[in-house]
């Protein structure tokens, strides 16, 4: 038995190791060095400055508006991402030709990479050359700088997104529709229940776990939200798309100033975790 955990132990070492190297060390050193005024090009003059760095962060007018773009990006693409992979999972459910065709194509955006997805966006929003500049000239309208009008660059990057992550939310919602058992909604035809009292007592029941997986999953991704906005808006028009990410990438990359930058990526971290813990009990309290 001794040489048998022995042998388990050997091989778990090097993926602990990995996972220690990987995730558990770069975030106590981030973590320490979040307390700190590490400046890239002054790093042996680095010291202690205790909470400083969160104070001026939470005071900053420019990261309240980057947690409130985020935020409301989050709580809008979740939704409508949710509401749509419900309808369109719903839809494909009632099917009975063309479901692998459909279910393909329908998955094809979530499976480009983000890049991809932002530059070809960029193409087709242009305000000179863009298809859709194009289309709307056809009806009378535009042209339309998307990415660079303030008032339209958040709505563009949300459409974008919506776009692309729909799919999984289908995918998800899809798979759970699947598994639920076919004799409760023969007993429910039987019984005479109508279609929203069917939806209502047996689909949405069943389908409260992967709802909710679904919304954390598109949350956290939410939160990372990077790539589109770095392409198509670099965080503008007048930070009106820029994110938490997005200010975290300013300071750290172009000011080097690591040890603020640290300090922004554990708030945002905490944020984050803010949002899984309230899953996590949600989905206690739903399997009790």
């Known amino acids: 038995m001794t040489s048998k955990r022995r042998f388990q132990a050997a091989m778990l070492a090097p993926v602990i190791v990995l996972l220690i190297g990987l995730t558990v060390f ?3 050193y981030t973590v320490a060095n979040s307390f700190t005024d590490y400046y890239y090009l002054a790093a042996e003059s680095k010291q202690f400055v205790g909470l400083s760095n969160y104070m001026k962060i939470l005071n900053d007018d420019l990261f309240q508006r980057a947690v409130w773009n985020t935020v409301k990006f989050m709580l809008l693409a979740v939704s ?3 509401a749509l992979g419900l309808g369109i999972a719903l839809l ?17 955006p979530s499976l480009l990479p983000p890049v991809t997805v932002a530059l070809v966006w960029q193409m087709m929003l242009s305000n000179h050359n863009g298809i859709i500049n194009h289309l709307l000239s056809i009806f009378g309208m535009g042209p339309f700088n ?3 009008d303030i008032r339209l660059a958040f709505n563009a990057i949300l459409l974008i997104d919506i ?3 729909t799919p999984f939310a289908f995918l998800l919602l899809y798979a759970a529709l699947q598994a639920i058992p076919r004799s409760q909604y023969e007993a429910a035809r039987v019984d005479g229940a109508g279609g929203w ?15 909710l997986l679904v919304v954390l999953l598109r949350t956290i991704d939410t939160f990372r939200l990077f790539d589109k ?8 028009p007048a930070n009106s798309t820029t994110t938490v990410t997005q200010y975290i990438y300013r300071h750290g990359v172009y000011n080097l100033q690591f040890g603020y930058s640290a300090a922004a990526s554990i708030i945002m971290v905490l944020l984050v975790l803010a949002f899984s813990i309230a899953y996590i009990l949600r989905s206690i309290r739903g399997s009790q």
Do not use: D, Y
Request: charge should be positive; proline fraction near 6%; charged fraction near 15%.
């Open 163 to 165: 776009w692309q992550w």
């Open 92 to 108: 494909v459910e009632s099917m009975k030709r063309g479901l692998r065709l459909l279910r393909v194509t329908l998955l094809l």
């Open 229 to 236: 906005v770095n392409i198509l808006t670099g965080g503008g």
């Open 197 to 211: 009292k069917v939806f209502a007592h047996i689909t949405l029941p069943h389908l409260w776990p992967g709802l």
């Open 146 to 148: 998307f990415l660079m």
């Open 80 to 82: 409508i991402e949710t």
């Open 26 to 28: 770069p975030f106590i």
